[in-house]
């Protein structure tokens, strides 16, 4: 039956950023599919809650550390036998005046979305080529295409991770690793939830996606579990728009 290919059950993932949002829905999406999953973040508290609620294993880690990366996949590699599926969806947003935004936080901003992603895509990778297959899934926006205001260097950040994207797939393809990307359009998440207590604010998205309403983390599940599955085998250096039709027009 061709929907086998769907079966996640052989696999072994980790989802950087999985305690919250996104990564967390992006780790439910991975475990029903049958997924072995480990989640990876800096809050052991949250970190331990969400691994009980989706049935995960949980590894304390920062993205920005390199030996602590290397670490957390040698642990998983170690355990498992194998890494087949990295999620990358640590990330973080802040928001300003560009003519006032400060260094640190352009440097903030950008060792988690940007350095930590490849780092995080670096050592995985080194496991998947040894393997001979691998499945990347890296979380980027609609900012990485297109300009809003107040949000420089998260634009500008996941603008590298759309890059990052296309640019391992290219070279890392030949191992037969595949690196793909996802574009989530307006999502609520604990990260965004104040924005959402902004009515005009509310209003405004909402009127600028053709769904009529702003995306919930399992609403990226089928994108994610489609990506990390052999049904995506000959997909490589694409980044999906999951968006409810905000940039279709």
Known sequence: ?????????????????GGTGLGKG??????????????????????????????????????VDKANVENVIAQIAEK????????????INLRGDSFEYSEDQ????HAINAKGTFLCCQAAGRV????GYGKIINIA???????????????SSKGGVRQLT???????????IRVNGIEPGWFRTELTEPLFHDEEWV??????????????????????????????????????????GALAG
């Not at 352009?106 to 901003?109: A, K, R």
């Not at 998947?128 to 393997?131: C, E, G, H, I, N």
């Not at 070279?171 to 037969?176: H, I, K, L």
Request: hydrophobic share 50%; net charge neutral.
């Open 166 to 176: 296309k640019a391992l797939a290219v070279e890392w393809a030949p191992f037969g």
């Open 26 to 63: 992006a780790a439910e999406g991975l475990r029903a599919a049958g997924a072995r999953v480990v989640i990876m973040g800096r809050r052991e508290d949250v970190l331990r809650k969400a691994a009980e609620d989706i049935g995960a294993e949980a590894i304390v880690g920062d993205v």
């Open 203 to 244: 209003k405004k998205i909402t009127s600028r996606i053709p769904m009529g309403y702003a995306g919930k983390p399992e609403d990226l599940q089928g994108a994610i579990v489609f990506l990390a599955s052999r049904m995506s085998d000959y997909i490589t250096g694409e980044l999906i728009r999951v968006d409810g």
């Open 106 to 109: 352009w440097d903030h901003v």
């Open 128 to 131: 998947m080529r040894s393997a």
């Open 1 to 17: 039956m061709v929907y086998s290919k769907m079966d996640l059950s052989s696999r072994v993932a980790l989802v950087t950023g």
């Open 141 to 155: 926006s609609l900012a990485s295409e297109i300009g809003f205001p107040r949000i420089v260097a998260y634009a």
């Open 80 to 91: 498992f036998g194998r890494l087949d599926i990295l999620v990358n969806a640590a990330g």
